[in-house]
């Protein structure tokens, strides 16, 4: 039993986790995560996606934020902001997103990897400020509502120099090449993590230790990627991808 209830309670915290079932429009740390039903013009300049959310992404929020309360799952499910359709939309080509928030927001390059969210979308409000990757700022919310909506310029391919061109800058395409025999299966994404290592992982709010004991293979909106079973310091376990861990500093 307790293992059923750690594995919904890091769900309903990291649903990043279960991304390779479904597609969802991040509400911040503390909050279920709504599907996503309907996307439209996904990597143009009118793309759109709206999102409601499901019993099950309320069943397990309630299992970590009120556990034991027989009524949290109903009280949740019947409040306004449960029923509501939440909506995100952006112009992939200007790097121009309005997220679930309403407000508009301004692509600001990337953020560097001194910290969680190395190498995600960097965005600046409409008062030229940068907005924090810390979960009170929301920062990282963004990115991934713009890794929905705008999934190719979100990550953009690397160039023949090993480098990637700036954000917001025509590519060139490379030059064609002959037809080659058929390639293998295309490698695994996110593979950062190996077993037996000691990591940070996402819980709640916070950031917890604790160690990989096993890499899976799942199948991610873009192909094949790598997600980790954890086992956490404070007993719990679950299944996480590479997005919600961090490297433990080295001693």
Request: glycine share 8%; with cysteine.
């Given at each position: 039993m307790r293992t059923r209830l750690a594995l919904a309670a890091l769900a309903a915290l990291v649903p990043a986790a279960a991304a390779a079932q479904s597609e969802w429009l991040s509400l911040g740390s503390k909050h279920w995560s709504?599907?996503?039903?309907?996307?439209?013009?996904?990597?143009?300049?009118?793309?759109?996606?709206?999102?409601?959310?499901?019993?099950?992404?309320?069943?397990?929020?309630?299992?970590?934020?009120?556990?034991?309360?027989?009524?949290?799952?109903?009280?949740?499910?019947?409040?306004?902001?449960?029923?509501?359709?939440?909506?995100?939309?952006?112009?992939?080509?200007?790097?121009?997103?309005?997220?679930?928030?309403?407000?508009?927001?301004?692509?600001a390059g990337r953020w560097d990897n001194s910290d969680i969210g190395g190498g995600r979308s960097r965005w600046r409000d409409a008062s030229g400020r940068i907005v924090g990757r810390d979960n009170a700022s929301g920062g990282l919310g963004i990115s991934q509502q713009w890794e929905l909506l705008c999934p190719e310029t979100a990550k953009p391919p690397r160039s023949a120099s090993g480098t990637s061109p700036p954000v917001?800058?025509?590519?060139?395409?490379?030059?064609?090449?002959?037809?080659k025999p058929a390639s293998p299966a295309p490698a695994l994404t996110g593979a950062t993590f190996v077993v037996g290592e000691i990591v940070y992982a996402r819980y709640g709010p916070a950031w917890v230790r604790g160690r990989v004991t096993k890499v899976s293979r799942v199948s991610g909106a873009k192909g094949p990627e790598l997600a980790y079973n954890v086992t956490l310091d404070n007993g719990e376990k679950g299944l996480l991808p590479a997005t919600m861990m961090r490297k433990a500093p080295s001693r």
């Open positions: 709504p599907t996503v039903t309907k996307k439209s013009g996904i990597g143009t300049e009118n793309a759109v996606a709206e999102a409601k959310v499901t019993r099950q992404a309320i069943e397990g929020w309630c299992a970590n934020w009120s556990p034991g309360d027989p009524n949290c799952v109903r009280s949740v499910l019947d409040s306004p902001e449960a029923k509501q359709t939440y909506r995100a939309s952006a112009n992939c080509i200007a790097g121009r997103i309005t997220p679930v928030d309403g407000n508009t927001y301004t692509l917001g800058q025509p590519r060139t395409a490379p030059p064609q090449s002959p037809p």
